[in-house]
């Protein structure tokens, strides 16, 4: 083992032994929710019905051709903020995210190092721009539901709270009354990573992939692993 490895090491092995609450992000760290239902047809989907309303000026170009729901639904509501039309908009997302559920596919290692950490005490949270529902849902069917509940935060009718907002780890921290200073954040998304700075909360980064990798350190984070197996290894030593 390199230096450099160890090193890398002993900073995770101090995030995690310093996490007395976790707050996990979902599509990502815990499953890929559109790994059989595609997130961009989805997108196309959401703009395509704004079309058929006569609504397809509300986006611009480079928002039509996104492959995020989100940035849709982001969209219209800086527009259109808080209208009956994001709301149906935003419901229309919902159902879709909770279609994904049937065919999501969870993250290697996610369930046994779920159970682990709530198993040896640490106290686990959701904080997610899915909706809670969807995660409840894909919960249930994994029998994970009670690591977590009742802290499942996820996205609202205030969609300008949507991480990079910290208002969903916020609301966390504050339903389980833990300080940021005890908390550890697990997120895929430079936008995970900006919630959990503006939350003053410490991130570990989760990639699957060198591009998830790149854009994650591009945004500044260094705790990244690869892997959910490392932290599994490294909390099983702990506990």
Not at 141 to 159: E, K, M, N, V, W
Not at 169 to 176: C, D, E, S, Y
Not at 181 to 202: C, H, K, W, Y
Request: net charge neutral.
């Amino acid at each position: 083992m390199t230096e450099e490895t160890e090193n890398d090491t002993e900073k995770l092995r101090e995030l995690i032994t310093h996490a007395r609450v976790v707050l996990w992000d979902f599509d990502g760290p815990i499953c890929r929710l559109f790994a059989g239902h595609s997130a961009e047809k989805v997108a196309a989907d959401l703009a395509g019905w704004l079309e058929s309303r006569g609504l397809h000026g509300l986006l611009t170009k480079s928002e039509l051709k996104t492959l995020d729901p989100h940035v849709v639904l982001r969209a219209v509501d800086r527009r259109h903020p808080r209208s009956d039309l994001v709301a149906e908009l935003e419901e229309r997302l919902t159902q879709e995210e909770l279609r994904a559920t049937a065919t999501a596919l969870p993250t290697a290692y996610a369930d046994p190092l779920i159970r682990t950490w709530s198993a040896i005490g640490s106290r686990l949270a959701i904080t997610t721009n899915n909706s809670p529902r969807v995660v409840r849902t894909y919960l249930e069917g994994r029998g994970l539901t009670s690591c977590f509940a009742p802290h499942i935060y996820g996205r609202t009718q205030d969609l300008h709270r949507l991480k990079p907002d910290p208002y969903c780890l916020n609301r966390a921290l504050n339903a389980m009354g833990a300080s940021p200073s005890a908390a550890l954040m697990i997120g895929d998304t430079p936008s995970d990573f900006e919630a959990a700075q503006n939350a003053r909360v410490a991130f570990l980064g989760y990639a699957r992939n060198e591009d998830k990798e790149k854009r994650l350190r591009d945004a500044g984070a260094t705790a990244i692993v690869t892997s959910l197996e490392q932290v599994l290894r490294l909390l099983r030593d702990q506990a």
